[in-house]
């Protein structure tokens, strides 16, 4: 039995910079991998793969919500004979990108009627850096600060033909390193400072165990509801001193539960900040709290947040608030001046003139941002609940906010640096999410910068985004919890092999220095790699904060059998109202007897077994070899394809099935079988489905092969999440034989499938 001990000075430093190299080496990642496609590809290859739009104009420039320019860019007929509309892309709303000038790969002639002085753009601007607001097939708009491009370059002179090009994120690595350097100006402090340290940092350092719950006696459920164990949770919450931890397994309510909580702390008169590991995350908390007429207001830059929600946004909240009245009639002013530079439909305003309009615009914007800073502030100071994504409460707006409680949704897919940017605004910290999912993805885990090294073969699973592989775990077990008698310093000899550093790594050479030969260990651990989170920590330091919610609402009781069977000690519960649901139930499917072997079975299997249908690895260089080692496989494709086909024709929506698998290879492929005929069908890769639902999920597993390999399909957590989807049907399709391969628990499932999945040959062509 090893006992733990709280860290010396030597070790709160060593874990400090093993966050910052960790957070170094994902940076470095993260902009080699923008830089390495930008170098390495052409500007028509950026194009093809999505990574910019060419041969763009400017169609307006007008004010935004917040300040901003909002620059609206299309392809102008001048410039194309062929459609106006754009080629496949990955831009997204709240993408940062940068405008610039349009680039060609080869010589081109120049344009009709266009002097051609520079290249064949005709006239040199300036770049300008902002985010995507607004994507349609034919216009792309980009917001840009007003104190940030517009500001900065005085003129928000663009190349009058641009290009739009998606970048890396440097100002989230910025604030995570902020906040790290902030928490160890706390804990480390400089010799004769002595800065208040809050109790939770303490605790969530390892230096001091979090106090024992301070029972609420006169506790009233809002919701009328909640099942115990979401009720255990929200009073477990409440009765925390200093942190708690909420355990949602798919589909148990956490959103719902948090809500709960929210509302009780606001009746409480408490100040809460309620962060997301993603927008999605934030807006879905926000949708959920807005029927309850809680007072909530959402930072972030509007283009993040959804249309529909766009009203709680700190900016929309503001522009509708009395004290911003003042600052109407200036931007009015700016806006007439706006659109006069941008000359749309008009000779462009040049020389001594523009630069003088420009002038008067700086003089405009700097005294509307003055009034509507005043504005912003009686807005803040008004709102009870503030939302926003973690690295977004770091931005000016909450620079000297503090809060009575922060909530931090989907903690286990956000790094843990990130969580200390809102931390450090609160006395106490609530974390909900599912250590058993997805962790936060990780780039410099397939780099050469990181501190971890990967194998070979790891690396070459791991090439694109949706691909990046988590260290294939063994034993993925359930940590101990809240309803099991454990002591709160037992012995972590069950620990997974995931919190066990590199040898070679300097900063491990400092924990092994500082741990002494009598079994001792420190409480507060070196993570391994960015996929460690602050969940995972605080639940191993002090499995006693933890609470697990363990009915759920979503899955047949057979498909949630196995995942709840080995990944949740059996304690998921399947709710009466979707135990027994079957697709046949739905009011749109046949009741014929002709479908009821498609739509009464909750899981069907299409072993492939012996049928040849083997895997293909794609090595297309089109990007220098950057998406070298995905997988596809087209037979496979063929039977998802016949399977989808016969859910349709027995009546299920096609929007209400996914389609999904592990590689981005296979998905480009399966787009290409079944796009054009469903425009509905959600295809996509697991990882990009966690924390959503379908009616019917059919996952394609791909690996087929005689050298028994699975790569990163042996990640537990990615299977869990693939087979946790569905609602009331799971259909699998892959080689059983080259599955099983991939460890006990592959081995295991391919058993269970085989027992308790209706079993069909994978050749099946009826
Ligand atoms: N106590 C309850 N009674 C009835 N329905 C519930 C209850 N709790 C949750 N649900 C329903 O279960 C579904 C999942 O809930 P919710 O979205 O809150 O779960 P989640 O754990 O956040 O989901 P995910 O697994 O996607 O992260 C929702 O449709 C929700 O309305």
Redesign the pocket.
């Known amino acids: 039995m090893r006992r733990k001990t709280i860290p010396t000075p030597e070790q709160l430093s060593a874990f400090l910079t093993r966050q910052r190299e960790l957070l170094a080496a994902e940076r470095a990642a993260d902009i080699e991998r923008t830089s390495l496609l930008f170098s390495k590809c052409s500007p028509k290859l950026l194009e093809q793969r999505g990574l910019a739009l060419g041969g763009l104009g400017v169609a307006g420039v007008e004010l935004g919500l917040g300040g901003k320019s909002l620059v609206e860019l299309e392809r102008p007929t001048a410039y194309h004979t062929s459609p106006i509309f754009f080629s496949p892309h990955t831009f997204r709303p709240g993408d940062l990108a940068r405008i610039d000038q349009h680039v060609v790969s080869s010589a081109r002639k120049p344009i009709k009627g266009k002097k051609a002085t520079n290249g064949e753009t005709g006239e040199t601007g300036k770049a300008v850096e902002g985010v995507v607001y607004r994507v349609s097939d034919t216009k792309i708009v980009i917001a840009i600060d007003g104190d940030r491009g517009a500001q900065e370059s005085e003129d928000l002179d663009l190349p009058e033909r641009c290009r739009v090009l998606k970048l890396a994120n440097t100002v989230t690595y910025d604030r995570m390193d902020k906040a790290i350097d902030a928490l160890e100006r706390l804990v480390l402090p400089a010799s004769g400072s002595s800065p208040a340290v809050s109790r939770l940092v303490e605790i969530l350092l390892g230096i001091y165990p979090p106090s024992p719950p301070v029972p609420v006696t006169d506790l009233q459920f809002m919701?009328p509801?909640?099942?115990l164990s979401?009720k255990n949770a929200v009073r477990a919450a409440l009765q925390a001193p200093e942190v708690a931890l909420i355990h949602?397994?798919?589909?148990?309510?956490?959103?719902?539960?948090l809500v709960e909580i929210i509302r009780q702390l606001v009746a409480k008169e408490q100040k809460v900040l309620v962060c997301g590991a993603s927008n999605l995350a934030v807006d879905?908390l926000l949708e959920?709290l807005v029927p309850h007429g809680i007072p909530v207001t959402r930072l972030g830059h509007p283009a993040r947040v959804l249309q529909s929600l766009q009203s709680s946004t700190l900016d929309a909240q503001t522009a509708a608030s009395d004290e911003s009245q003042l600052a109407k009639d200036v931007k009015a002013d700016i806006d007439s001046a706006m659109s006069a530079l941008a000359g749309k439909g008009k000779a462009r305003i040049r020389g001594a003139e523009r630069k003088k309009m420009w002038d008067e615009v700086k003089g405009l914007r700097k005294e509307w941002r003055k009034r509507e800073g005043g504005a912003v502030k009686a807005v803040m100071g008004r709102a009870k609940v503030v939302l926003s994504t973690c690295h977004g409460a770091g931005s000016r707006q909450l620079q000297n906010s503090q809060f009575d409680v922060v909530i931090i949704d989907?903690a286990t897919q956000a790094m843990e640096a990130v969580c200390w940017i809102p931390i450090l605004k609160a006395k106490k910290l609530i974390l909900a999410g599912?250590p058993l999912q997805l962790p936060p993805t990780v780039l410099s885990l397939d780099s050469e910068n990181s501190p971890k090294k990967t194998t070979p073969k790891e690396k070459k699973e791991s090439t694109a985004k949706t691909e990046t592989p988590s260290e294939p775990l063994d034993e993925v077990t359930l940590p101990e919890s809240d309803d099991e008698e454990l002591e709160e310093e037992s012995d972590d000899a069950g620990a997974d092999s995931e919190e066990k550093p590199a040898a070679s790594e300097p900063s491990q050479q400092a924990e092994r220095k500082a741990e002494p030969s009598s079994k001792k260990i420190c409480r507060l651990r070196l993570p391994h790699s960015l996929e460690v989170t602050l969940f995972d920590r605080v639940e191993r330091m002090f499995p006693r904060v933890k609470k697990m919610?363990t009915?759920q609402?979503?899955m047949h009781a057979i498909i949630c059998q196995f995942p709840s069977t080995t990944l949740y000690r059996s304690k998921l519960k399947s709710?009466e109202?979707v135990a027994a649901h079957l697709l046949r139930d739905l009011p749109t499917v046949s009741k014929d007897d002709e479908f009821s072997d498609v739509v009464t079975p909750p899981v069907v299997f299409f072993d492939t077994a012996g049928c040849e249908f083997f895997e293909r690895t794609e090595a297309d260089g089109l990007s220098g070899g950057l998406d070298e080692g995905s997988k596809s496989n087209e037979n496979e494709g063929a039977a998802v394809q016949r399977w989808v086909q016969k859910l349709v024709m027995a009546g299920v929506a096609p929007g209400q099935i996914a389609v999904i698998t592990p590689y981005q290879a296979q998905v480009t492929y399966l787009t290409s079988l079944l796009r054009a005929d469903m425009p509905d069908l959600e295809i996509g890769t697991v990882d990009g489905m966690q924390?959503?639902?379908k009616e019917a999920v059919v996952l394609s597993l791909v690996r087929s092969n005689d050298k028994r390999e699975v790569g990163f399909l042996r990640e537990k957590r990615r299977l869990n999440v693939a087979m946790t989807r569905p609602r009331r049907h799971l259909c699998v399709v892959g080689d059983s034989e080259t599955v099983s391969q991939g460890g006990t628990y592959l081995k295991n499932w391919m058993a269970w499938l085989e027992q308790n999945a209706d079993v069909r040959y994978g050749g099946d062509e009826t």
């Open positions: 919701d509801s909640l099942n979401q949602g397994p798919p589909g148990t309510g956490k959103t719902h539960t879905n959920r989907e599912d919610l009915v609402y979503r709710h109202s924390g959503r639902e």
